[in-house]
């Protein structure tokens, strides 16, 4: 076991620890607003996409400032510089998670969705929709690090296949692409870049759970 592990178990309620916790929350909160974003801006709802939009940037700022919270807290701890470092690297990509979901909001706060084909519409609301509870199993995959190691790494695996479904969504958002009609080029353009925007989304939580094996394997 990692001296980590061991870390985690012996001083649960240290200040840093309980920050990760509630980035890796936050993240999860900014990726469900995504997820409101993106079904009021095809259902027309101005309103509530900008405050949906706010929420976002909001939270996002709140991640960045936990994260510059927690490497403060670990560059002053006790650990090993090896286990620092791998913490470090779980926060960072933790951090990727809310980054790519403010990212989204963005490109669809340049899109217009009143004469985007239904397909791309519904191709949209299901990898949002995807990307949404990939990172609520990335969220269980961290938490249970802090105390039952054989789960983690079981979350881990869940969060894999949860990945390999977005692909395959991404994969058919391609081709729907290359088949619709769009008002303008631009728009194909801007659809695009949400679609890719949305699969780092999934992809940031593959690392985060990529870091946690790391983490759990090291001796």
Same mark, same amino acid.
């Not at 649960?12 to 920050?19: D, G, P």
């Not at 670990?74 to 620092?84: Q, S, V």
């Given at each position: ?82 286990? /620092? ?75 894999? /296949? ?50 946690? /094996? ?6």
């Amino acid at each position: 076991m990692s001296e980590l592990i061991k870390w985690f178990e012996k001083r649960r309620e240290t200040k840093a620890l309980e920050t990760v916790k509630h980035h890796l929350a936050i993240a999860t909160q900014i990726a469900e607003e995504l997820e409101k974003a993106v079904k009021t801006a095809v259902n027309g709802n101005e309103k509530e996409f900008q405050e949906c939009v706010k929420r976002v940037t909001s939270s996002e700022k709140e991640a960045d400032m936990l994260r510059r919270r927690v490497m403060d807290e670990l560059a002053k701890g006790e650990l090993p510089p090896a286990d /620092r470092v791998d913490l470090m690297d779980l926060v960072k990509r933790v951090d990727m998670i809310a980054d790519w979901c403010r990212e989204s909001t963005r490109i669809l706060g340049a899109l217009s969705m009143e004469h985007m084909p239904v397909s791309i519409k519904n191709q949209c609301i299901e990898m949002v929709e995807g990307v949404k509870q990939i990172t609520i199993l990335a969220q269980k995959c961290v938490n249970k690090i802090m105390t039952r190691t054989e789960e983690a790494l079981q979350a881990a695996d869940e969060v894999e /296949r949860a990945e390999e479904k977005i692909d395959d969504l991404h994969e058919k958002a391609r081709i729907l692409l290359g088949k619709e009609d769009f008002p303008r080029a631009g728009t194909a353009v801007l659809v695009s870049q949400l679609f890719e925007t949305l699969e780092m989304v999934a992809d940031s939580c593959e690392d985060v759970c990529d870091q946690v /094996r790391i983490i759990v394997v090291r001796k």
